[in-house]
């Protein structure tokens, strides 16, 4: 079985989450995808929004019809910051015979060898990059691409930053989010 592990903030998970992977479940013939929203990612810590309760149960609601995708808790339940050759050795600890990919956007990649230890991460995963075509020739100089596979994906220009910035300003974000998710939202009175 392939396993995809696409983790992030999810402050909130919006439809380019759910796009996006359902495009590269599909190019890369995963069998599921788990969504690993973080509890503080090392590369945002400054950006501590709402709790990682709220965010989890927003990527309940934003998966539940789709059998393909699954959450899990586990950087929420370990507290702190979230390393993914972390959350990686857990995943291999869980499903040690199947196959894990690793989903990153290309923002990522980039800084990807300053990640903690990025060479046991490409020992646990294969690497799938959201591949953006202005970066492909320049990331193939300057990064060795060995257990990399990149992939196209459609370009959603939607972004959490922006969402939260429309709930604050009471503006409508319907469209952007899942339904369930904007209900979600109104009901905890998130962003506000």
Same mark, same amino acid.
């Given at each position: 079985?392939?396993?995809?592990? =696409?983790?992030?903030? =999810?402050?909130?998970?919006?439809?380019?989450?759910?796009? @996006?992977?359902?495009?590269?479940?599909?190019?890369?013939?995963?069998?599921? +995808?788990?969504? $690993?929203? &973080?509890?503080?990612?090392?590369?945002?810590?400054?950006? *501590? %929004?709402?709790?990682?309760?709220?965010?989890?149960?927003?990527?309940?609601?934003? +998966?539940?019809?789709? &059998?393909?995708?699954?959450?899990?808790?586990?950087?929420?339940?370990?507290?702190?910051?979230?390393?993914? @050759?972390?959350?990686?050795?857990?995943?291999?600890?869980?499903?040690?015979?199947? &196959?894990? =990919?690793? +989903?990153?956007?290309?923002?990522?990649?980039? *800084?990807?060898?300053?990640?903690?230890?990025? #060479?046991?991460?490409?020992?646990?995963?294969?690497?799938?990059?959201?591949?953006? /075509?202005?970066?492909? #020739? #320049? $990331?193939?100089?300057?990064?060795?691409?060995?257990?990399?596979? =990149?992939?196209? $994906?459609?370009?959603?220009?939607? &972004?959490?930053?922006?969402?939260?910035?429309?709930? #604050?300003? %009471?503006?409508?974000?319907?469209?952007?989010? /899942?339904?369930?998710?904007?209900?979600? +939202? *109104?009901?905890?009175?998130?962003?506000?």
């Amino acid at each position: 079985m392939n396993i995809g592990i =696409f983790g992030g903030t =999810f402050n909130p998970p919006h439809v380019g989450h759910l796009i @996006v992977a359902e495009s590269v479940r599909e190019q890369i013939e995963l069998d599921r +995808i788990i969504f $690993v929203p &973080s509890y503080i990612s090392p590369h945002k810590q400054d950006e *501590i %929004g709402h709790s990682a309760v709220h965010r989890f149960e927003m990527i309940q609601r934003a +998966i539940e019809t789709n &059998s393909r995708f699954d959450v899990s808790d586990v950087e929420i339940q370990r507290g702190g910051i979230s390393y993914t @050759v972390s959350t990686l050795d857990y995943f291999k600890q869980k499903y040690p015979k199947e &196959s894990l =990919f690793l +989903i990153i956007g290309m923002d990522n990649y980039l *800084i990807f060898h300053q990640w903690k230890e990025p #060479k046991k991460i490409l020992e646990l995963a294969t690497l799938v990059v959201l591949n953006r /075509p202005l970066y492909t #020739k #320049k $990331v193939n100089e300057i990064i060795d691409t060995k257990n990399t596979i =990149f992939i196209d $994906v459609p370009n959603i220009d939607i &972004s959490s930053s922006e969402i939260r910035k429309k709930v #604050k300003e %009471g503006k409508s974000i319907k469209y952007l989010v /899942p339904d369930s998710v904007e209900q979600y +939202i *109104i009901e905890h009175q998130l962003y506000k």
